[in-house]
């Protein structure tokens, strides 16, 4: 019973480690994307600090950057066509208790053959609780001219406190992964089979 206490505490701390982002996005309906062909950013972005840029959005324009121009579209600071924003934000949170079903069964009288009484009742064997630390990165694109946003996206990543130090491997794996959702021309019309609404 030790060990199999033991093992189930090491899955509920395993579930704490990083993993690769949970993916969501959505897109205004009635929209033709193949009509956009030039973006540039935000300003300020909502992960600047002030009037000038913080270090991780320098990192999300440039990972943007590499995305988008892959897929052949054109930076164009001074008229763009889409404006991108970005937000990031840190939650702590909590994963509630695990608990160990089990049972007792005592015997009564008379045999297994014989047939006989008994009483038996559950039990559980409470494991704890495990804080974790999860990053919202929030993408939209909005169109330049009226203003109105066009697509979000977002991707929630379960993190370490360490990995804090170290943001370039998530945000660049979530950017990556964010803009796989988004309507890019070759793909306008299969972001509605793969786009799920976002969670409240």
Not at 90 to 116: A, C, E
């Amino acid at each position: 019973m030790r060990f199999i206490l033991l093992f189930s505490a090491l899955i509920l701390l395993g579930g704490c480690a990083a993993t690769g982002p949970e993916i969501y996005s959505q897109r205004r309906s009635q929209t033709d994307f193949e009509a956009y062909r030039s973006f540039a950013f935000l300003t300020p972005m909502g992960t600047d600090k002030g009037e000038y840029a913080s270090l991780v959005s320098q990192q999300l324009k440039a990972e943007t950057r590499r995305v988008l121009e892959a897929r052949e579209y054109r930076y164009a600071p001074d008229a763009p066509d889409l404006l991108i924003n970005f937000t990031l934000e840190f939650r702590k949170q909590t994963l509630y208790p695990y608990h160990f079903p089990g049972s007792i069964f005592y015997g009564g009288f008379g045999g297994r053959r014989r047939g006989g009484m008994g009483v038996g009742f559950g039990y559980s064997f409470p494991l704890g609780s495990a804080r974790y630390l999860e990053s919202i990165l929030e993408v939209d694109i909005i169109d330049a001219r009226n203003r109105e946003v066009l697509w979000e996206g977002r991707a929630r990543s379960r993190m370490q406190d360490a990995d804090k130090e170290n943001l370039e491997p998530l945000l660049k794996t979530a950017v990556e992964k964010i803009f796989d959702r988004y309507p890019s021309p070759e793909a306008a019309g299969k972001d509605g089979a793969n786009a799920s609404a976002t969670p409240p």
